[in-house]
């Protein structure tokens, strides 16, 4: 696992990145984020009340001196904030409705990251995932030619690394859907210096057997191939076939990935949730996420049952995202 963020760290060598944090008096934040203004690879960004942050701060014995702290109400760009957000909601929230709404955390700390004064959020630690989604989908949304937001885990055991989508976001995606998460999938890949070979999932290999799941999947790789022709990617399969070699040689031999895949693509949100829990609790793996992909600018979600631990290293990753 050191290995995984060790290779993040150097991506981001003497390339700081401003990080906001909203839940800037919960103690697993503020212990976090200690350590990583101590490091200096991320510039944390705290939002509350100054005061009430600090002392919150000495209570649990934690440094927070390399972190800066802002305040919805008294951050002095708070017009401009306003301005920005009304523009960017296009006529559905009033200049006095933008007012209010950006005294909630998640709100402000995303328009930071979307005004360019801070580089990524990590949210979700007093949060569910809706709160912390639901304002990046309104303001800083999703990249050129995405539709939708995925949800990534990196699975890790040892020098193992590979990449699992969606298990997080969209429980039933099309064929439309599928193609997106693969190409993003590939770039996060690319991010942990996993080289993807992209399998796309199913309980059939190449055709053997045929139902509307599985032609969803294999017409997922036509449209993913039409979009990035170099990428190596191929299906339907079934994870056998995608991943061990003297199976990938009977069921699929002509296929590129030679059962050599990496970067999984799960049919459905149930089917990857079950897979990466699988792999977690049977196979050991440590489950890196979930790692929020095809928006503008990175944000990510926390689970509320997380450590300091898991902050720190969501907040590596997000710096590293916006590279």
Do not use: W
Request: charged fraction near 25%; hydrophobic fraction near 40%.
């Amino acid at each position: 696992m050191s290995n995984l963020f060790d290779t993040l760290k150097d991506k981001m060598s003497g390339n700081s990145k401003k990080i906001v944090f909203p839940e800037a008096l919960d103690e697993r934040i503020l212990t976090a984020v200690s350590e990583l203004g101590a490091e200096g690879f991320v510039k944390p960004v705290l939002v509350g009340n100054k005061e009430e942050v600090i002392q919150k701060a000495e209570e649990i014995g934690v440094d927070i001196s390399g972190s800066e702290i802002l305040d919805p109400a008294n951050y002095e760009a708070f017009e401009e904030m306003t301005a920005s957000f009304v523009e960017r909601r296009k006529g559905k929230a009033t200049e006095e409705q933008a007012r209010e709404i950006l005294q909630n955390g998640n709100y402000f700390g995303t328009m930071l990251v979307h005004m360019d004064k801070a580089d990524g959020l990590v949210s979700g630690a007093a949060h569910s995932t809706a709160d912390t989604v639901r304002p990046a989908l309104q303001l800083i949304k999703t990249k050129p030619g995405i539709k939708k937001t995925s949800g990534v885990f990196i699975m890790v055991r040892d020098e193992e690394k590979y990449v699992f989508a969606d298990c997080a976001i969209n429980i039933s995606p099309d064929s439309q859907d599928l193609a997106e998460i693969a190409l993003a999938s590939a770039d996060t890949a690319a991010l942990f210096d996993i080289e993807p070979k992209v399998a796309m999932l199913s309980f059939s290999t190449k055709g053997s057997a045929n139902s509307p799941e599985t032609e969803k999947v294999s017409e997922a790789v036509e449209l993913a191939k039409q979009q990035n022709a170099n990428l190596v990617i191929d299906g339907e399969f079934q994870f056998d076939a995608a991943f061990v070699p003297s199976v990938a040689e009977k069921k699929a031999p002509d296929s590129p990935l030679k059962g050599e895949a990496n970067t999984f693509i799960f049919p459905s949100l149930e089917a990857g949730n079950i897979g990466y829990k699988i792999a977690q609790r049977l196979g050991n793996f440590d489950a890196v996420g979930p790692i929020l992909q095809g928006l503008n600018k990175p944000v990510n979600d926390l689970s509320r049952g997380c450590n300091a631990n898991d902050v720190y290293k969501l907040a590596i990753i997000t710096a590293a995202q916006s590279l």
